[in-house]
């Protein structure tokens, strides 16, 4: 059964920096496209950051120039450094694969707060 284990959220003042951290467990890692989402309450989860196998890389516009997505395939693990962070911003935090599907059983996600 896939595990999805989100970290690195927490609070920071506008114009701060925030590395998150997932590690995946219990399916294949290599063979998929991994992304980042975000949701914030009454809204759907959105896609902002995803890799592909080759390790080319597709941003939302809203963090586009901000953010960089990495993976590393023997860990298991996809990351995200967050820079120039922004209070709208503030949301929780997931990991999934993109494509074909995203995986049913998501993460706990972790929490991004940015204050202005």
């Known amino acids: 059964q896939v595990q999805l284990r989100e970290s690195g959220g927490g609070s920071v003042q506008a114009g701060g920096s925030l590395r998150l951290s997932c590690v995946v467990s219990?399916?294949?890692?290599?063979?998929?496209?991994w992304g980042w989402y975000r949701q914030t309450p009454g809204k759907q989860r959105e896609l902002v950051a995803s890799?592909?196998?080759?390790?080319?890389?597709n941003y939302a516009d809203s963090v586009k120039g901000r953010s960089t997505i990495s993976r590393d395939n023997a860990k298991k693990t996809i990351d995200v450094q967050m820079n120039g962070l922004k209070p709208e911003d503030t949301a929780v935090y997931y990991c999934?694969?993109?494509?074909?599907?995203?995986?049913?059983?998501w993460g706990p996600g972790t929490q991004v707060t940015v204050s202005s």
């Open positions: 999934n694969r993109p494509r074909p599907w995203p995986f049913g059983s």
């Open positions: 219990g399916t294949f890692f290599g063979d998929y496209v």
């Open positions: 890799i592909n196998r080759d390790g080319t890389t």
